[in-house]
């Protein structure tokens, strides 16, 4: 059974930065594919980026430029650095990872961007 934690939600003002952590558990876990995605209230949840095992990343374009999808394979943990933030990225923020057929998600942590 694969369990995905996610850290490093918060409130940040409006240009300011966080980084989130997902630590997944799980063996071989450099392999995988892993992902961010998130979910703003009444909104259908997003894809934000990937990272596939090899390193090669994908990002949506609304934060291409201001999100760096990384991870560090010794750790078993993916990370999402984001910079110039704004309002309009509050939401809640989920990894996953890709297993074959199978996702398996975390339970999210909230990013809220206000002054």
């Known amino acids: 059974q694969v369990q995905l934690v996610e850290s490093g939600g918060g409130l940040v003002q409006p240009g300011g930065s966080l980084k989130l952590s997902c630590a997944a558990s799980?063996?071989?876990?450099?392999?995988?594919?892993m992902g961010w995605f998130r979910q703003a209230p009444g909104k259908q949840r997003e894809f934000i980026a990937t990272?596939?095992?090899?390193?090669?990343?994908n990002y949506a374009d609304s934060v291409k430029g201001r999100f760096t999808i990384s991870r560090d394979n010794a750790k078993n943990t993916v990370y999402l650095q984001m910079n110039s933030l704004k309002p309009e990225d509050t939401a809640v923020y989920y990894c996953?990872?890709?297993?074959?057929?199978?996702?398996?998600w975390g339970q999210g942590t909230q990013v809220t961007v206000s002054s």
């Open positions: 996953n990872q890709v297993r074959g057929s199978s996702t398996y």
């Open positions: 799980g063996s071989i876990f450099s392999i995988y594919r």
């Open positions: 990272i596939a095992g090899g390193g090669t990343t």
